[in-house]
Each structure stands twice: as structure tokens, then as C-alpha cells.
């Protein structure tokens, strides 16, 4: 299987800052990686597929970049409603991984 | 628009069996994968279980192979999932997820997702 490891577990930050979050996998999974926004108590939601490219209705300061088993999650100019939990998500074969998450707080 | 609504969780005893449903509307049920998901309470998200848009194909995770059984009525435009022998570490929401792409066979990025419906295994 491969494991998505996800860092940091936790990241405080304030309204406007930029912040990364990093996703690697335990073998190249070329492009093969989302990220998922999810909120206490609701299912996730899709944020960014195929590493790179940002889903319909994703506001665009979240980016995804890397490829083969480094990626980075971007979110510029933090607004109230980013604080969250972050999950990347292999599909490169099966079975499907995910990685531990990320919890990004209110500094 | 796409909708995906879960039912059939609630309270079981470990051995016990529970049936979960998932109703879908808003796009061709028989072209996409669909997909379980589940999350543990305070945990992260774990694969489950994926069945192909045509029903033929089925894959599942080690933790439940054996016991969950996944399929899909295309004429109800819904989902199941026939969880066997539960065991406490089966506890979690469910989560019915959609494949973003058509026509695939196994599953690859999930775009729209049910609310959940939450499975207890305990005696």
C-alpha cells in the first residue's frame, strides 16, 4: 500500500498569512494526489485534482503543486472560512490512501 | 445538481450485520464509480469500498474484505453497503462518494460526497 504522510498535523495562522502544506508518498504516484477541505461535523470537499488543478468553484488561492512523491498545498491570503481540516488523497492505484490530515487553527 | 444521501447507520453489537443505502440524483448513476468512505470518531478518512458504474467490478479494503459486500441497484439509482460480522473498529460515519471522471472502472477522485450516516459497533 502507499502511505500519504501529511506535515505539519497542525498549523496555527492568522486571516491573510500564506500557508504550505506538505503531502509525500512512500513511492511516485506521478500526479495522482488531491487535497480535500473538510469542517467539523461535514463531509469533505474537494479542493484540488491531479495535484495541480483546482476544482469548480474553488476559490483561487488554493493551489496544489509537485508531482512524484512531494507535494504542496498553498492557501494565500487565509480568510475566516479556510480554518479547516486538510486531507490529501492518493489515486494512484488501490487501495485508495489518504493522508493523517492537517489541522489549520486560528492563530 | 448532484445529490447523494445516506441511510441505514445506527447502534449494532460486534458479530452483528448492518445494510447502508446511499440514493443518488443529479447525474447518470451507471456511468461513475461510487465509492465508501468511512471516518472514525476524531480520525481521518479511510477507503473502503468502490464498485464500478456498470456493478461488474468491486474492490475493497483488507480491513473489510470478507465481511462488507458492495452494490448498486442502477434501476433505484442506488447504492448499498451489506456490512457482516461488525467489529468496534468498523465504528465511523460512512461517507458515499462520487468519482469526479466517467466511465472508469476503479476509483480515482472523489468530487461530490453524501452527509454521512454514522455506524456504532459496541455492545
Known amino acids: 500500500d502507499i502511505q500519504m504522510t501529511q506535515s505539519p498535523s497542525s498549523l496555527s495562522a492568522s486571516v491573510g498569512d500564506r500557508v504550505s502544506i506538505t503531502c509525500r508518498a512512500s513511492q511516485s504516484i506521478s500526479s495522482y494526489l488531491n487535497w480535500y477541505q473538510q469542517k467539523p461535523g461535514k463531509a469533505p470537499k474537494l479542493l484540488i485534482y491531479?495535484?495541480?488543478s483546482l476544482q469548480s468553484g474553488v476559490p483561487s488561492r488554493f493551489s496544489g503543486s509537485g508531482s512524484e512523491t512531494h507535494f504542496t498545498l498553498t492557501i494565500s491570503n487565509l480568510q475566516p472560512e479556510d480554518f479547516a481540516n486538510y486531507y490529501c488523497?492518493?489515486?494512484?492505484?488501490?487501495?485508495?490512501?489518504f493522508g493523517q490530515g492537517t489541522r489549520l487553527e486560528i492563530k | 445538481e448532484v445529490q447523494l444521501l445516506e441511510s441505514g447507520g445506527g447502534l449494532v453489537q460486534p458479530g452483528g450485520s448492518l445494510r447502508l443505502s446511499c440514493a443518488a440524483s443529479?447525474?447518470?448513476?451507471?456511468?461513475?464509480?461510487i465509492t465508501w468512505v468511512r471516518q472514525a470518531p476524531g480520525k481521518g478518512l479511510e477507503w473502503v469500498s468502490s464498485i464500478s458504474g456498470s456493478g461488474t467490478s468491486t474492490l475493497y479494503a483488507d480491513s473489510v474484505k470478507g465481511r462488507f459486500t458492495i452494490s448498486r441497484d442502477i434501476s433505484k439509482n442506488t447504492l448499498y453497503l451489506q456490512m457482516n460480522s461488525l467489529r468496534a473498529e468498523d465504528t465511523a460515519v460512512y461517507y458515499c462518494?462520487?468519482?469526479?471522471?466517467?466511465?472508469?472502472?476503479?476509483?480515482?477522485?472523489?468530487?461530490?460526497w453524501g452527509q454521512g450516516t454514522l455506524v456504532t459497533v459496541s455492545s
Open positions: 491531479g495535484a495541480s
Open positions: 443529479g447525474f447518470i448513476f451507471s456511468t461513475y464509480v
Open positions: 488523497q492518493q489515486s494512484y492505484n488501490t487501495p485508495i490512501t
Open positions: 462518494v462520487k468519482d469526479r471522471r466517467l466511465s472508469l472502472s476503479s476509483p480515482d477522485t472523489f468530487d461530490y
